[in-house]
Protein backbone atom coordinates (compact mmCIF):
# COMPACT_ATOMS: atom_id res chain seq x y z
CA UNK A 1 0.00 0.00 0.00
CA UNK A 2 1.31 3.37 -0.85
CA UNK A 3 0.97 6.73 0.46
CA UNK A 4 -1.74 8.81 -0.29
CA UNK A 5 -0.81 12.91 -2.10
CA UNK A 6 -3.59 13.74 0.96
CA UNK A 7 -1.48 12.11 3.59
CA UNK A 8 1.60 13.53 2.45
CA UNK A 9 0.33 16.66 2.54
CA UNK A 10 -0.99 16.45 6.07
CA UNK A 11 2.88 15.51 7.09
CA UNK A 12 3.75 19.16 5.15
CA UNK A 13 1.67 20.83 6.89
CA UNK A 14 1.79 19.60 10.34
CA UNK A 15 5.98 20.27 10.30
CA UNK A 16 5.20 23.94 8.54
CA UNK A 17 2.48 24.41 11.33
CA UNK A 18 3.97 22.87 14.28
CA UNK A 19 0.75 21.49 15.77
CA UNK A 20 -1.79 19.08 14.83
CA UNK A 21 -4.57 21.52 15.45
CA UNK A 22 -3.06 24.47 13.08
CA UNK A 23 -2.44 22.35 10.42
CA UNK A 24 -5.49 20.86 10.18
CA UNK A 25 -6.93 24.24 9.97
CA UNK A 26 -4.77 24.95 7.06
CA UNK A 27 -5.79 21.23 5.81
CA UNK A 28 -9.62 22.40 6.06
CA UNK A 29 -10.23 18.99 8.08
CA UNK A 30 -11.02 18.26 11.53
CA UNK A 31 -8.23 17.81 13.85
CA UNK A 32 -9.13 14.11 14.18
CA UNK A 33 -8.62 13.38 10.17
CA UNK A 34 -5.58 14.88 9.90
CA UNK A 35 -4.10 12.84 13.11
CA UNK A 36 -6.22 9.60 11.67
CA UNK A 37 -3.97 10.57 8.19
CA UNK A 38 -0.36 10.83 10.17
CA UNK A 39 -1.35 7.06 11.40
CA UNK A 40 -2.23 5.97 7.74
CA UNK A 41 0.88 7.23 6.49
CA UNK A 42 2.64 5.64 9.34
CA UNK A 43 1.07 2.10 8.83
CA UNK A 44 2.15 2.30 4.80
CA UNK A 45 5.29 3.70 5.93
CA UNK A 46 6.23 0.83 9.02
CA UNK A 47 7.37 2.93 10.78
CA UNK A 48 6.80 6.02 13.29
CA UNK A 49 7.19 10.00 11.47
CA UNK A 50 6.92 11.87 13.87
CA UNK A 51 6.75 12.37 18.01
CA UNK A 52 4.76 14.11 20.10
CA UNK A 53 6.05 16.00 23.12
CA UNK A 54 4.86 19.13 24.38
CA UNK A 55 7.36 21.22 22.82
CA UNK A 56 5.26 20.73 19.94
CA UNK A 57 6.03 18.20 17.08
CA UNK A 58 9.16 16.35 16.03
CA UNK A 59 10.16 14.26 13.01
CA UNK A 60 11.62 10.97 13.29
CA UNK A 61 14.53 10.15 10.57
CA UNK A 62 12.20 8.43 8.69
CA UNK A 63 9.84 11.53 9.39
CA UNK A 64 12.58 13.64 7.63
CA UNK A 65 13.09 11.69 4.57
CA UNK A 66 9.93 11.14 4.27
CA UNK A 67 8.94 15.01 4.40
CA UNK A 68 12.11 15.41 2.11
CA UNK A 69 10.04 13.58 -0.51
CA UNK A 70 6.84 14.38 -0.05
CA UNK A 71 7.71 18.16 -0.87
CA UNK A 72 9.20 16.86 -4.26
CA UNK A 73 5.83 14.73 -4.99
CA UNK A 74 3.92 17.15 -4.11
CA UNK A 75 5.51 20.38 -6.32
CA UNK A 76 5.64 17.58 -9.48
CA UNK A 77 1.94 16.66 -8.71
CA UNK A 78 1.02 20.73 -8.47
CA UNK A 79 3.07 21.13 -11.87
CA UNK A 80 1.08 18.41 -13.62
CA UNK A 81 -1.92 19.80 -12.74
CA UNK A 82 -0.58 23.56 -13.68
CA UNK A 83 0.83 22.34 -16.92
CA UNK A 84 -2.43 20.65 -18.02
CA UNK A 85 -3.70 24.04 -17.30
CA UNK A 86 -1.63 25.50 -19.46
CA UNK A 87 -1.37 23.06 -22.20
CA UNK A 88 -4.41 25.32 -24.01
CA UNK A 89 -3.64 28.88 -22.45
CA UNK A 90 0.18 29.46 -21.26
CA UNK A 91 1.33 31.72 -18.83
CA UNK A 92 -2.41 31.05 -16.73
CA UNK A 93 -3.03 29.84 -13.61
CA UNK A 94 -0.06 30.14 -10.57
CA UNK A 95 2.92 30.65 -11.71
CA UNK A 96 5.72 31.13 -9.08
CA UNK A 97 8.49 33.25 -10.25
CA UNK A 98 11.99 34.64 -8.15
CA UNK A 99 13.62 37.86 -8.68
CA UNK A 100 16.76 39.39 -7.61
CA UNK A 101 16.63 42.54 -5.88
CA UNK A 102 18.48 44.81 -8.25
CA UNK A 103 15.85 43.97 -10.94
CA UNK A 104 12.81 43.95 -8.79
CA UNK A 105 11.94 47.47 -8.44
CA UNK A 106 13.06 48.82 -11.42
CA UNK A 107 11.67 46.28 -14.09
CA UNK A 108 8.44 44.69 -12.52
CA UNK A 109 6.89 47.99 -12.26
CA UNK A 110 6.60 48.09 -16.33
CA UNK A 111 6.19 44.62 -17.19
CA UNK A 112 3.46 43.65 -14.23
CA UNK A 113 0.76 46.06 -15.77
CA UNK A 114 1.90 44.49 -19.70
CA UNK A 115 1.76 40.76 -18.23
CA UNK A 116 -1.79 41.59 -16.42
CA UNK A 117 -2.88 42.81 -20.13
CA UNK A 118 -1.77 39.76 -22.00
CA UNK A 119 -2.34 36.98 -19.78
CA UNK A 120 -5.34 38.14 -17.34
CA UNK A 121 -5.60 34.28 -15.97
CA UNK A 122 -2.05 35.05 -14.65
CA UNK A 123 -2.06 34.28 -11.18
CA UNK A 124 2.21 35.96 -10.36
CA UNK A 125 3.51 35.00 -7.07
CA UNK A 126 6.69 36.81 -6.98
CA UNK A 127 9.86 36.06 -4.51
CA UNK A 128 12.19 38.42 -4.11
CA UNK A 129 15.45 37.18 -2.77
CA UNK A 130 19.45 37.00 -3.51
CA UNK A 131 20.66 34.83 -6.83
CA UNK A 132 21.92 31.84 -4.67
CA UNK A 133 18.95 31.48 -2.57
CA UNK A 134 16.45 31.71 -5.60
CA UNK A 135 18.44 29.42 -7.48
CA UNK A 136 18.17 26.62 -4.35
CA UNK A 137 14.32 27.19 -4.69
CA UNK A 138 14.21 26.64 -8.10
CA UNK A 139 15.97 23.20 -8.74
CA UNK A 140 14.04 22.25 -5.57
CA UNK A 141 10.58 22.67 -7.27
CA UNK A 142 9.63 25.80 -5.37
CA UNK A 143 9.71 28.11 -7.60
CA UNK A 144 9.03 28.06 -11.95
CA UNK A 145 11.16 30.42 -12.36
CA UNK A 146 13.70 33.12 -11.55
CA UNK A 147 14.27 36.46 -13.20
CA UNK A 148 18.09 36.57 -12.66
CA UNK A 149 21.54 38.31 -14.10
CA UNK A 150 24.49 36.16 -15.42
CA UNK A 151 27.09 35.36 -15.06
CA UNK A 152 26.10 32.95 -12.82
CA UNK A 153 26.84 29.06 -12.76
CA UNK A 154 23.05 27.41 -13.79
CA UNK A 155 24.33 24.16 -14.11
CA UNK A 156 20.66 21.80 -14.14
CA UNK A 157 18.87 24.97 -15.34
CA UNK A 158 17.97 26.44 -18.75
CA UNK A 159 17.31 30.16 -19.68
CA UNK A 160 15.82 32.59 -22.36
CA UNK A 161 17.78 36.02 -22.96
CA UNK A 162 16.09 39.24 -21.53
CA UNK A 163 17.79 42.20 -21.90
CA UNK A 164 21.67 43.50 -21.42
CA UNK A 165 22.08 45.71 -18.68
CA UNK A 166 24.95 48.02 -19.14
CA UNK A 167 26.91 48.94 -15.57
CA UNK A 168 27.18 52.67 -15.38
CA UNK A 169 29.65 54.59 -12.67
CA UNK A 170 28.24 56.48 -10.11
CA UNK A 171 30.62 59.38 -8.41
CA UNK A 172 29.79 62.14 -6.51
CA UNK A 173 28.37 65.15 -7.98
CA UNK A 174 31.52 67.26 -7.12
CA UNK A 175 33.75 64.79 -8.15
CA UNK A 176 36.69 65.35 -10.60
CA UNK A 177 35.47 62.15 -12.61
CA UNK A 178 31.60 63.82 -12.78
CA UNK A 179 33.27 66.36 -15.41
CA UNK A 180 34.81 63.50 -17.65
CA UNK A 181 32.45 61.94 -20.29
CA UNK A 182 33.33 58.59 -18.93
CA UNK A 183 35.34 56.96 -16.12
CA UNK A 184 37.99 54.67 -16.82
CA UNK A 185 39.06 51.44 -15.05
CA UNK A 186 42.25 53.02 -13.95
CA UNK A 187 40.89 56.27 -12.60
CA UNK A 188 38.04 53.96 -10.90
CA UNK A 189 40.51 51.91 -8.96
CA UNK A 190 42.26 54.81 -7.55
CA UNK A 191 39.05 55.50 -5.33
CA UNK A 192 37.33 53.96 -2.52
CA UNK A 193 34.88 51.70 -4.03
CA UNK A 194 31.64 50.98 -2.32
CA UNK A 195 29.44 47.82 -2.83
CA UNK A 196 27.08 45.89 -1.89
CA UNK A 197 27.08 43.11 0.33
CA UNK A 198 28.40 39.65 0.18
CA UNK A 199 25.99 37.85 -1.80
CA UNK A 200 24.55 40.00 -4.14
CA UNK A 201 25.69 39.04 -7.66
CA UNK A 202 25.75 42.87 -8.57
CA UNK A 203 28.67 43.10 -6.39
CA UNK A 204 30.66 40.12 -8.57
CA UNK A 205 29.62 41.40 -11.77
CA UNK A 206 30.24 45.01 -11.69
CA UNK A 207 34.05 43.83 -10.33
CA UNK A 208 34.28 41.41 -13.25
CA UNK A 209 33.21 43.71 -15.63
CA UNK A 210 35.82 45.82 -15.27
CA UNK A 211 38.87 43.53 -14.06
CA UNK A 212 38.90 44.39 -10.26
CA UNK A 213 40.03 43.24 -7.34
CA UNK A 214 37.09 43.10 -3.93
CA UNK A 215 38.23 46.57 -2.04
CA UNK A 216 40.64 45.73 1.27
CA UNK A 217 40.41 47.37 4.08
CA UNK A 218 43.41 49.07 5.35
CA UNK A 219 44.61 47.53 9.19
CA UNK A 220 42.25 48.89 11.88
CA UNK A 221 39.66 49.95 9.04
CA UNK A 222 36.81 48.64 7.52
CA UNK A 223 35.22 48.33 4.27
CA UNK A 224 32.11 50.03 4.10
CA UNK A 225 28.97 47.80 2.17
CA UNK A 226 25.74 48.62 1.13
CA UNK A 227 22.31 45.99 1.91
CA UNK A 228 20.52 47.72 -1.57
CA UNK A 229 20.75 49.68 -4.23
CA UNK A 230 19.02 52.79 -2.15
CA UNK A 231 21.56 52.79 0.41
CA UNK A 232 24.79 52.51 -1.88
CA UNK A 233 23.42 55.90 -4.12
CA UNK A 234 22.87 57.51 -0.61
CA UNK A 235 26.45 56.63 0.91
CA UNK A 236 27.95 57.83 -2.83
CA UNK A 237 25.93 60.99 -2.62
CA UNK A 238 27.66 61.66 0.89
CA UNK A 239 31.11 61.75 -0.69
CA UNK A 240 31.93 58.00 0.94
CA UNK A 241 33.52 56.41 -2.39
CA UNK A 242 32.07 55.67 -6.01
CA UNK A 243 30.46 52.40 -7.35
CA UNK A 244 28.79 51.17 -9.82
CA UNK A 245 25.06 51.33 -10.79
CA UNK A 246 22.82 48.87 -13.40
CA UNK A 247 21.37 51.11 -16.41
CA UNK A 248 17.67 50.09 -15.69
CA UNK A 249 17.85 51.37 -11.66
CA UNK A 250 19.18 54.70 -13.34
CA UNK A 251 16.63 54.93 -15.59
CA UNK A 252 13.71 53.90 -12.92
CA UNK A 253 15.08 57.10 -11.42
CA UNK A 254 17.40 55.87 -8.70
CA UNK A 255 19.38 58.65 -8.58
CA UNK A 256 17.56 61.43 -9.54
CA UNK A 257 17.22 62.65 -6.10
CA UNK A 258 20.81 62.36 -4.75
CA UNK A 259 23.82 64.44 -5.30
CA UNK A 260 25.32 61.50 -7.49
CA UNK A 261 27.00 61.80 -11.23
CA UNK A 262 26.07 58.97 -13.65
CA UNK A 263 29.10 58.16 -15.87
CA UNK A 264 29.71 55.25 -18.73
CA UNK A 265 32.76 53.20 -17.92
CA UNK A 266 35.49 53.17 -20.30
CA UNK A 267 35.67 49.10 -20.39
CA UNK A 268 34.59 46.28 -23.08
CA UNK A 269 31.16 45.75 -22.37
CA UNK A 270 30.76 46.60 -18.86
CA UNK A 271 27.31 44.65 -18.21
CA UNK A 272 24.50 42.07 -16.93
CA UNK A 273 22.66 39.63 -18.89
CA UNK A 274 18.95 39.63 -17.21
CA UNK A 275 17.77 36.21 -17.93
CA UNK A 276 14.57 33.99 -17.01
CA UNK A 277 15.50 30.38 -15.77
CA UNK A 278 13.97 27.49 -15.37
CA UNK A 279 14.56 23.49 -14.33
CA UNK A 280 16.10 21.37 -17.41
CA UNK A 281 13.21 19.44 -18.07
CA UNK A 282 10.26 21.47 -16.67
CA UNK A 283 6.84 21.60 -17.78
CA UNK A 284 6.76 25.20 -17.75
CA UNK A 285 9.87 25.57 -20.00
CA UNK A 286 7.28 26.98 -22.98
CA UNK A 287 5.54 29.61 -19.93
CA UNK A 288 9.47 30.83 -19.52
CA UNK A 289 10.07 31.13 -22.88
CA UNK A 290 6.94 33.13 -23.37
CA UNK A 291 7.70 35.06 -20.23
CA UNK A 292 11.39 36.55 -21.24
CA UNK A 293 9.50 37.73 -24.42
CA UNK A 294 7.12 38.98 -23.25
CA UNK A 295 10.25 40.98 -20.55
CA UNK A 296 11.90 41.86 -23.37
CA UNK A 297 9.12 44.25 -24.96
Not at 171 to 181: D, E, F, I, K, M
Given at each position: MLPTLRQL???KLLVENGAFGRAAEAAHVTQPTLSAGIQELERCLGAPVVERSRAGVILTPVGEEALRRARTILNEAEELVEAAKSASQPLSGRFRLGVIPTIAPFLLPRALPLLRERFPKLRLFLREDLTHRLIAALRAGQLDAALIALPYDLTGLHYAHVSDDELMAA????????????ATVEALEKEDIIL???GHCLREHALAACG?????AAPGEEVFAATSLPTLVQMVGSGLGVTFLPAMAIEAG?????PV?????????PSREIVVAWRAGSSRA????LLADTLRT
Open positions: QYLVPANHPLAGQQSLEDLKPPKLTDAAAVRPIAADHAEGR
